[in-house]
């Protein structure tokens, strides 16, 4: 009997020290904290005045293995089909049959050989080799996305025009993800190593912001900007915005604003698509009516943790319900924003991404969009009255799918048509397709409780950042 107690008092002793000792597991991100990839790095120590990179480090970033031959003093790196054979004491490297001089001599250190970083920017550029670069503002080794790297870009302003120029290795990746003047958003394919500019001319603003794929770049433009236009040159390596005065031929009009300053945003309206006896879009096994009233509970639960208002459901269950049914349900609950969730649906399974539809913004007048212009009257018939809303609509489909597109869940489309379950809906408001069911990769990943609650996240990320309006 003693010896029992003794060896429980023994195991619980242990426990007790465990408890104290054993890390605490690492925090979880705040919800709503961007979700990015972070480049695989290595640091670099500096020898004699000389960056060097540890060999085991640059083994990893290579995904090399490593042949010791110790009688010759030498180290031989293989990937793929590539060897890279380094020296201790020799200046030259030798990748597979070229000799390269690295300016100083690979060392030994502590029974480690060092590699002058010199080695990253030499490597041949194949797709068979992981691509490497020294970043000698913060010393480190990067192993570079496929997409490779985007440099410094430059600034000049002349005869009215603004144009920024960044170097990029895939200027065919380039685009605009949201296209307002206080908030124009361009997402580059590649890692992003340079330095941004000083604005200037009708750049007023420009700094980088979260992107789970590439890079993007936030600018604020001036409100003399007539236009943009973005121009990706494949021969130069570069990607240039440009910035117009005057609404010339060929450039872009930026997207209607509403005043700056939060929205109020008390009343969310939720309406999965179709249900009951409509089942939307199937395909390989998927149902569109089911996936949306999914993805609409968990929006819901996301919403409600994070901004102070309600969530109102237009169905809550497996049933049907008319576009006359779902815009008495936002307007008996004075919606301040209705979001219609759905999923698409194509002839080709290679189409792919989503696609917001809101009011058209043409006709609006003035910056709060409650009056218009153009012939039509002010006084709407009950179905045209998302048309007063149609700016804040514009805005609130430009920042969820600013949102997707930054979060690797495009590519993403925005059309200025009047959705049908927006008919009759007194408040702002959009219909999304929240991905193509007939895309292997979208339905994959839409399917999967992981994947359903990162596009559930993203959404009301986009909508969190509309209510800012920052």
């Known amino acids: 009997m003693r010896r029992s107690a003794a060896l429980v008092a023994v195991a619980l002793l242990a426990a007790l020290i465990l408890a104290v000792v054993a890390p605490a597991p690492a925090a979880p991100p705040p919800r709503g904290a961007p979700r990015v990839d972070v480049p695989d790095t290595a640091p670099v120590r500096r020898i004699d005045g000389t960056p060097y990179v540890a060999v085991n480090d640059l083994a990893r ?19 793929g089909r590539h060897a890279i054979t380094l020296t201790v004491d ?28 010199a080695l990253a920017d030499s490597l041949p550029s194949d797709s068979a080799l992981a691509r490497l670069y020294y970043d000698a503002r913060r010393d480190r080794v990067i192993r570079l996305p496929a997409s490779g790297r985007i440099g410094t870009p430059t600034l000049t302003v002349a005869n009215g025009t603004t144009r920024l120029t960044f170097p990029a290795d895939r200027p065919d990746e380039a685009l605009v993800v949201a296209r307002s003047r206080e908030h124009l958003r361009l997402r580059l394919g590649g890692l992003f190593t340079g330095v941004l500019p000083a604005p ?31 121009v990706s040159d494949a021969a130069a390596h570069r990607v240039v915005l ?26 969310i309206v939720i309406d999965p698509g179709h249900g009951g006896d409509d089942p939307g879009v199937i395909a390989g096994g998927a149902v569109e009516k089911d996936l949306a009233l999914a993805l609409a509970r968990l929006l819901r639960t996301e919403i ?12 809550d269950a497996d049933r049907a319900l008319t ?38 913004a043409t006709f609006v007048a003035d910056a709060r969009g409650d009056a218009l212009r153009g012939g039509v009257s002010a ?7 998302p048309v007063r809303h149609a700016v804040q609509s514009r805005a609130l489909a430009e920042a969820v799918l600013s949102a997707l597109e930054l979060r690797g869940e495009g590519p993403t489309r925005l059309r200025e048509r009047m959705p049908y379950a927006m008919l009759g809906v007194n408040a702002p408001g959009m219909l999304l397709e929240c991905a193509a ?10 399917t999967q409780d992981a994947g359903l609650r990162e596009l559930a996240a993203t959404i009301a990320d986009g909508i969190q950042a509309w209510q800012r309006n920052q």
């Open 90 to 117: 020799d200046p030259f490297v030798v990748v597979d049959e070229t000799t390269l001089w690295l300016g100083a001599p690979v060392r030994s250190l502590r029974g480690e050989l060092q590699v002058p970083a």
């Open 379 to 385: 006084l709407l018939p009950w179905r045209d009255l």
């Open 437 to 446: 069911l007939t895309s292997p990769a979208d339905r994959d990943r839409v």
């Open 61 to 79: 970033l290579l995904d090399a293995t490593k042949f010791w031959k110790p009688e010759l003093r030498k180290l031989a790196l293989r990937t």
């Open 304 to 315: 409600e943790s994070r901004m102070n208002a309600r969530v109102v459901l237009t169905r």
């Open 323 to 360: 576009a006359e049914d779902r815009a008495e349900v936002a307007n008996r609950a004075r919606a301040d924003l209705v979001v219609s969730l759905h999923f698409d649906g194509f002839p080709t399974a290679q189409a792919r991404g989503a696609t917001a539809y809101c009011a058209p």
């Open 200 to 230: 200037a001319g009708l750049l007023r603003d420009l700094r980088p912001i979260p992107s789970a794929i590439g890079s993007a770049f936030e600018c604020a433009i001036a409100r003399e900007a007539g236009g943009f236009r973005l």
């Open 242 to 267: 440009e910035l117009t005065r005057e609404a010339l031929p060929g450039v872009e009009a930026f997207a209607p604003e509403s005043a700056p300053g939060p929205r109020t945003v008390r009343v």
